[in-house]
């Protein structure tokens, strides 16, 4: 054939002499995953920052009716556009999320307790195979590192963990804490070393002070820290703020985003604090703007 004879006579240039880039990857811990796993890491995490705003929404699970979404349909799709992630169940995302949405989706796995037993008596409940059919970018559940049911909670996830590499998705593993735990660092630097050496691929916890900063740096994956209870907006806003200055890689807020006065505005100021490194003062002066503007525009 006339372009095979000419293709044979072209000169190409192959540029052996130039290696080939193997570049790392933007979050730590994450170099070594497969192409699939780092995809849907770098939706979850903007790449630019490095970081993340997901928004929670996975407390009727285990509480039913929560205040600030008893409606989810009504109090979730106007704080869509202002994140980066969504973390929720498979409920909740095919009742109250638009189909059309490219929002990437940490999708809760774990069942078996409500408030009204023992929290930690938990098993897997959705499987990687439905978290594929829903599209998620990965998959959580959580331990109670030191509650009764610590080892069970171990094994979710490393039952998630496993199924989770077989298909390139991402596991975060969730460090639940006992009303009888101490919260400070001591305790979160052991369950966050522990879930990121059994093969967790970012971790959510809770900030803690003094030693935050020690946390991260034991943890070889991304921390996320939870919102928790609800905060006045600038105290989360400065929780936020310290975080993200003692090294965590993002937050997963929900009653200190839509319990708010204005949630659409807290979501707004708390993305300027993740993303822009803004101090608590500045975005809480956002917020206010933005509340009022939210105000007048009624």
Not at 183 to 209: I, M, N, Q
Request: charged residues 20%; hydrophobic residues 40%.
């Amino acid at each position: 054939m006339a372009e095979a004879d000419k293709q044979d006579t072209e000169k190409k240039d192959f540029q052996v002499n130039v290696p080939m880039q193997t570049p790392g990857f933007f979050l730590r811990g994450a170099a070594h995953l497969d192409w699939g796993m780092k995809n849907r890491l770098s939706r979850i995490f903007n790449p630019k920052t490095g970081r993340t705003v997901m928004l929670a929404f996975d407390h009727g699970y285990i509480m039913g009716p929560t205040s600030g979404i008893e409606r989810m349909d009504l109090a979730i799709p106007p704080l869509v556009p202002h994140v980066d992630c969504l973390m929720c169940t498979r409920g909740a995302i095919k009742t109250c999320i638009c189909p059309t949405s490219n929002k990437p989706l940490v999708l809760r796995c774990s069942t078996g307790a409500t408030i009204l037993k023992e929290l930690s008596n938990e098993i897997i409940g959705v499987t990687v195979e439905d978290a594929l059919r829903i599209n998620a970018a990965a998959v959580t559940t959580q331990v109670y590192i030191g509650g009764p049911y610590e080892k069970e909670t171990l094994a979710n996830l490393a039952a998630l963990i496993n199924e989770g590499n077989r298909y390139g998705i991402p596991t975060l593993a969730v460090t639940a804490v006992g009303r009888e735990m101490v919260r400070d660092s001591r305790y979160f630097g052991l369950a966050c070393r522990v879930v990121a050496e059994l093969g967790a691929h970012f971790v959510k916890t809770y900030y803690c002070e003094p030693g935050f900063d020690e946390v991260v740096a034991g943890c070889p994956v991304p921390v996320v820290i939870a919102g928790g209870k609800k905060l006045p907006e600038f105290d989360a806003l400065k929780m936020a703020y310290k975080a993200i200055s003692q090294g965590a890689a993002g937050v997963d807020m929900g009653r200190n985003i839509f319990l708010a006065d204005d949630p659409v505005a807290m979501t707004q100021a708390v993305a300027a604090v993740v993303h822009k490194n803004q101090k608590p003062e500045n975005a809480f002066e956002m917020y206010n703007s933005l509340k009022a503007d939210h105000a007048r525009s009624k």
